[in-house]
Nanobody, 116 residues
Framework: QVRLVESGGGLVQPGGSLRLSCKTSRNILDLHMSWYRQAPGKQRELVATDDDGGKEVYADAVKGRFTISRDVAKNMFFLQMDDVKSEDTAVYYC???????????WGQGTQVTVSS
């Protein structure tokens, strides 16, 4: 079991920036990491992942605006959100998948609200 704790959500104005963080309880080098989001009344969707043969993959809706990264020393995973839009409003979830395994874990989610 991998425990994931997200932080960094909040209220941000359109065009602004926000950085979400995800702290893992396991060595992050053992994990593939992803960010998902779920807007009210919608299904959870993939935002970005590095779980594609080591490549970073971004949803079309966020490509060029969001960036994922890791701090290996601190076992942390980030989502840098720039030029945010109202449609980015959602609960954002951190997800991990153990290498060479189908075992996945989810964080509790962090709310991001984009509004003026």
């Amino acid at each position: 079991q991998v425990r994931l704790v997200e932080s960094g959500g909040g209220l941000v104005q359109p065009g602004g920036s926000l950085r979400l963080s995800c702290k893992t309880s396991r060595n992050i080098l053992d994990l593939h990491m992803s960010w998902y989001r779920q807007a009210p009344g919608k299904q959870r969707e993939l935002v970005a992942t590095d779980d594609d043969g080591g490549k970073e993959v971004y949803a079309d809706a966020v490509k060029g605006r969001f960036t994922i990264s890791r701090d290996v020393a601190k076992n942390m995973f980030f989502l840098q959100m720039d030029d945010v839009k109202s449609e980015d409003t959602a609960v954002y979830y951190c997800n991990s998948r153990l290498l060479l395994s189908s075992k996945t874990n989810w964080g509790q989610g962090t709310q991001v609200t984009v509004s003026s």
